[in-house]
C-alpha cells in the first residue's frame, strides 16, 4: 500500500470494523458477555504476549553472546510487540490480529514476508541506513 490508503485502513476501517463487531456482539451475546469477553483477551493477551516477547529476548540475547547479529529475532521480537499492542487495543479483530502475531507458525510467515520485503528493498536501493557517531 502506497499513499494514503495505510492510513485510510489504520484510522477509517478498523474501528468500523471494531465498532460494527461490539454491536453484534451485544446484540447476539450481550454486553456483559462482550465487556468480559474484551477484559479476557486483554489479560489472556498479556500474558501470552511477555511469555513469547522473553522468549524472544533470550534467543536475542543467546545469539548475541554467541557473537551473531540477531536480526530474524529482532524481527520476531517486533512481531510479538506488534501483538501485544493489538491485543491490549479493545477490539474483537485487533484481538484477532494480535493472537495471530503471537502464534508462531504465523509469525514465522510474517517474519518471513517481512524479510522478502526489506531484501527487496534492499536489492532496488530504495533502503538506507545512516549512522552517526
Same mark, same amino acid.
Do not use: I
Given at each position: 500500500m502506497k499513499g494514503p490508503r495505510p492510513l485510510l485502513f489504520i484510522f477509517i476501517l478498523i474501528p468500523a470494523i471494531e465498532i460494527s463487531l461490539f454491536v453484534l456482539s451485544g446484540k447476539y451475546l450481550g454486553i456483559p458477555i462482550t465487556i468480559l469477553l474484551i477484559v479476557i483477551t486483554g489479560v489472556l493477551g498479556a500474558? /501470552?504476549?511477555? =511469555?513469547e516477547g522473553l522468549a524472544a529476548l533470550r534467543t536475542i540475547r543467546y545469539e548475541l553472546s554467541a557473537g551473531r547479529l540477531p536480526g530474524q529475532s529482532i524481527i520476531e521480537g517486533a512481531c510479538i510487540l506488534? #501483538? #501485544?499492542v493489538l491485543l491490549l487495543t479493545p477490539g474483537f479483530f485487533t484481538d484477532i490480529c494480535g493472537f $495471530? /502475531? $503471537?502464534?508462531?507458525?504465523? =509469525?514465522k510467515k510474517v517474519k518471513k514476508y517481512i524479510l522478502k520485503r526489506l531484501r527487496r528493498k534492499m536489492a532496488n536501493g530504495r533502503m538506507s541506513f545512516y549512522f552517526r557517531r
Open positions: 500474558w /501470552l504476549a511477555k =511469555r506488534a #501483538g #501485544g $495471530l /502475531l $503471537l502464534f508462531p507458525p504465523v =509469525r
